[in-house]
């Protein structure tokens, strides 16, 4: 039993789900688990705290200012010794108070206060209308992009009558959520390193040149490979997206700095992915001050090769297993399977570049020894969590056959 022995800090915030936590605290000590919670002022309007010791087996804290622990820090002390924290149920308004660091109670500054490697999760409920808000789904997203781990919600019937997305998951399957949350990851104990978005190659000080990349793809399969239990490096170019929390993100700007940080970071990794658009080329003398504009001529521009990163990671004497991607125009089958040979690598994962730089949905073919197969359209969340065992599989089958 995966979760035997976790200490899990249990948050019930303001839902009427909250009769559903009773069965949860209750099935997670039946698990083996200890459960100290936390109730909000709201959760108290739909269950009692002592309902919840009583199942618990603990004095239920609801009280910033609870003098029981000696130092009177509650918002320190009940999350030092934690394994997770689950808030079950989270409502709309605590999700807000999340996004914003609020520390108004004892619950938010609790979660405030936590150590950065405690684990977070939530299993919201609220009504549909509210879960489809624009103002919920911002929070929703940020959350993620704040490595906040969210279990649910469900749809169907509501307690207030709608129907629709916003049910909180069954104690049930909040139970198994969890037990797979502590269940040995399937990259546990492998470290990555990745490069992602695009380079840019100065001109002048003013001026550059660079590529259509976002970095989404990239930053998406940095945070699934860390969700499943590997320590993630980014090598990443510039773009526009958050920093994937519990990932190292080195920010570099153009192919050599890139190049520089991966050939410091490759020794001891496991796995190299290299989801970046670098710039092939680098303009050849970068000019120290900006080049005025002439009227009658045009400035001519020579160029030089930047290194090829993932090549040279590939060709390294015992090489991590390396991950190419191949953003082509045309001809996908083709171009992908000779790159992946060209680059001698085991696994290319090729898109059709124009159609999917900046999007939040991609299409993807990977290429391997074997031949190739079509991962067909989601959203590139849902494809990298597949990539991300579409890796681990093949790094387990090269384990077992060595
Ligand atoms: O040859 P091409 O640029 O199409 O290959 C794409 C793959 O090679 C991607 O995985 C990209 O990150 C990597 N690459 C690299 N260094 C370069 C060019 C591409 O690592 N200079």
């Known amino acids: 039993m ?29 698990a083996g688990a200890s459960v100290q919670v936390v109730m909000t002022e709201a959760a108290r309007h739909f269950i009692t705290p002592v309902t919840m010791q009583a199942l618990s087996g603990r004095p239920v804290y609801t009280d910033q200012w609870d003098s029981r622990i000696s130092n009177n820090m509650a918002h320190i002390d009940l999350t030092r010794h934690a394994d997770a924290i689950l808030i079950a149920p989270c409502s709309a308004d605590f999700m807000r108070k999340l996004v914003h ?46 490595g906040v781990t969210r279990l649910g919600p469900a749809a169907g019937e509501q307690a207030c009558g709608e129907t629709g997305l916003g049910r909180m998951l069954e104690p049930e399957q909040l139970l198994q959520a969890l037990e797979a949350f ?33 970095g989404k793809m990239g930053y998406a399969l940095a945070r699934a490979a860390h969700a499943a239990g590997a320590d993630v490096t980014l090598v990443s170019g510039p773009t526009a997206l958050a920093a994937p929390a519990g990932v190292r993100l080195i920010a570099v700007t153009t192919a050599r700095e890139m190049h520089e940080a991966v050939m410091q970071n490759v020794p001891q990794q496991d796995i190299f992915i290299a989801v970046a658009a670098v ?6 003398a970068v000019s120290q001050q900006k080049i005025k504009k002439q009227d009658k001529d045009t400035p001519t521009l020579s160029f030089e090769h930047n290194p090829d990163i993932l090549a040279t990671v590939a060709a390294l004497s015992s090489p991590p297993y390396c991950v190419g991607f191949a953003a082509e125009s045309e001809h996908l089958i083709e171009h992908g399977t000779a790159k ?13 570049g124009h159609q999917t730089f900046g999007k939040d ?11 190739h197969h079509a991962l067909p359209r989601a959203s590139k969340e849902a494809l990298a969590i597949t990539l991300v065992a579409e890796i681990a599989e093949r790094i387990s089958k090269r384990i077992s056959s060595k």
Do not use: H
């Not at 060209?342 to 290319?348: D, E, F, G, V």
């Open 101 to 146: 660091g609020a520390a108004d109670d004892l619950l938010s500054t609790l979660c405030l206060a936590r150590p950065s490697t405690l684990p977070l999760l939530v299993a919201p409920a609220m009504n549909v209308e509210m879960w489809d808000n624009p103002a919920t789904q911002r929070n929703v997203a940020q959350l993620y992009a704040d």
């Open 2 to 30: 995966t979760l035997t022995g976790k200490n899990i800090v249990l948050g019930l915030t303001g839902g009427i789900a909250c009769y559903k936590a009773a069965e949860l605290a209750r099935g997670l000590v039946k």
């Open 279 to 284: 710039a092939d080329w680098r303009v050849a």
């Open 340 to 352: 992946r040979k060209k680059k001698n690598i085991p696994l290319l994962v090729g898109n059709i």
């Open 182 to 214: 502590f269940s040995p990851k399937l990259l546990q104990g492998k470290r990555v390193l990745m490069t992602a978005g695009p380079t840019f190659e100065p001109i002048d000080p003013v001026r550059g040149i660079t590529n259509l990349s976002s």
């Open 361 to 371: 949905e991609n299409e993807l073919v990977l290429f391997d020894e074997q031949g």
